[in-house]
């Protein structure tokens, strides 16, 4: 079993540097971690990143970085519960205080789970990978190791994000945002690289950073699956940060829905009851009637059923956990902690997840956006592409010299490494600089010369 004496290490992956637990002012360095992501430059461009439905105009529906908060909320609580669970069971460790961050851990992952995806939702991802697998990129294969390929033509924003958070940009420091050990497994959901994933899509590390993972694996004793494809068993926080996310992007897009008048309130608020059994909860549907004869606002009814369905999937989700804390320890726990749901909370949330796909995420605002996106992130991916191989070109030097200086490459730089910093480009931008970055491209709009 893993030793969770390993799995929370307080070390930072930053060459040649050394840390202690506590740092000066009081603050864990799993508590730095935080922080640090808090107050990041990647964090706060997720406010200009589509989650589901496009950025709002005149009704507030989830962005990237309200999700992101709001996960990081609920990861705390599933931390914070399995913490207690490992102190009832006198769990034996050297240092007692790190199993009280349990919940800061889990709850810093989820604020970086979504630091690697590109504008435009979902859509994004599949824009990139198509503009390699089927569209104008796709000339480059030959050019390309078959890793290599696997990565740019099946992009996957997981591994952007363990990417983002260790890698040395130009100018930057060394180590990225030199995070800890324990956090950084805590976002890999795959920790495998491409070619391990039988469908091509869901892995948790480029090439680029396969060694910088290993390292992580190491240091924090992952049991390690496979070598040639290089892939290791989940750290075990990392299902209560997808727990977490499956929570909050199925319960909220429900809500943000009706907001938006996809869904009814009678529709809404059916779908949402549907979590509570008629007979096993009986009291909280007494305290739900009776908040609805105060509470006349429908915005406000279904926010108060929201809350009420977050707290019972929490608790649900932690006792999986905890049921099952010996596979999850072993490695050979192969499934989420929301697929193992039971009695009404999973046919509730099985509802869900079957109303969304059909009501949600194909409506025509959903699909407009996917489609833009298509075009936008291609169009910038082509004219990148081709300028950082061909620099010498007039237009080349044009286009490349307003790239952030972090993404300029050298010439000496491997095929991989120019079109991967395109690529850490294009994903880094938010929804509305990309479409303005289009508009100029495309001689769309012109800046006014004053």
């Not at 079957?354 to 194909?362: G, M, N, P, Q, V």
């Not at 491997?414 to 938010?430: A, E, F, L, R």
Request: with cysteine; net charge neutral.
């Amino acid at each position: 079993m893993m030793d969770w004496n390993k799995l929370l290490s307080a070390h930072r992956y930053h060459p040649g540097a050394t840390t202690s637990l506590f740092h000066s002012h009081d603050r864990s360095q799993f508590q730095r971690d935080y922080d640090r992501l808090i107050f990041s430059s990647p964090f706060r461009r997720l406010q200009n990143k589509t989650q589901v439905f496009p950025l709002p105009g005149n009704i507030f529906v989830h962005n990237r970085l309200t999700h992101s908060l709001e996960v990081a909320s609920v990861g705390r609580s599933l931390g914070n519960k399995v913490s207690q669970y490992l102190k009832q069971n006198k769990i034996e460790l050297e240092n007692p205080d790190l199993v009280e961050e349990i919940g800061t851990i889990v709850s810093t992952a989820c604020l970086a789970h979504d630091l690697g995806n590109p504008p435009f939702g979902h859509s994004g991802e599949e824009a990139i990978s198509y503009f390699f697998s089927e569209g104008e990129g796709l000339y480059l294969k030959k050019l390309l190791s078959d890793e290599e390929w696997a990565d740019l033509s099946h992009f996957e924003g997981n591994a952007n994000a363990f990417r983002l958070l260790t890698h040395s940009f130009k100018g930057r420091r060394p180590g990225g945002y030199t995070m800890t050990y324990t956090t950084l497994a805590s976002i890999v959901k795959y920790p495998f690289e491409s070619k391990a994933s039988s469908k091509g899509y869901k892995y948790g590390f480029f090439q680029s950073e396969k060694e910088i993972y290993r390292q992580v694996a190491e240091e924090l004793g992952l049991k390690q699956v496979s070598n040639n494809p290089l892939q290791y068993v989940r750290h075990p926080l990392v299902y209560l940060v997808e727990a977490a996310d499956d929570i909050c992007y199925q319960i909220m897009d429900i809500e943000d829905s009706h907001k938006l008048r996809i869904l009814s309130y009678d529709e809404t608020t059916n779908i949402l009851e549907n979590f509570y059994d008629r007979n096993e909860d009986k009291e909280d549907l007494k305290v739900i009637a009776r908040t609805f004869k105060i509470v006349t606002d429908k915005n406000e009814r279904i926010a108060f059923l929201r809350a009420g369905i977050i707290n019972k999937l929490i608790n649900a989700c932690a006792d999986v956990f905890c049921n099952n804390y010996e596979a999850i320890m072993k490695g050979e726990f192969n499934s989420t902690l929301i697929k193992n749901l039971s009695g009404t909370n999973k046919k509730a949330y099985d509802d869900c997840t079957d109303l969304a796909y059909k009501r949600i995420y194909h409506t025509n605002i959903v699909t407009q956006i996917q489609i833009a996106g298509f075009k936008i992130l291609g169009t910038i991916l082509k004219e990148y592409t081709d300028a950082i191989l061909k620099p010498e070109t007039y237009y080349a030097r044009n286009i490349l010299s307003i790239m952030p200086e972090q993404y300029q490459v050298n010439k000496e730089d491997s095929m991989y490494t120019k079109i991967q910093t395109v690529i850490d480009y294009v994903s880094g931008m938010t929804d509305s600089y990309a479409l303005n970055l289009y508009r100029k491209i495309k001689g769309i709009e012109v800046p006014e010369i004053k």
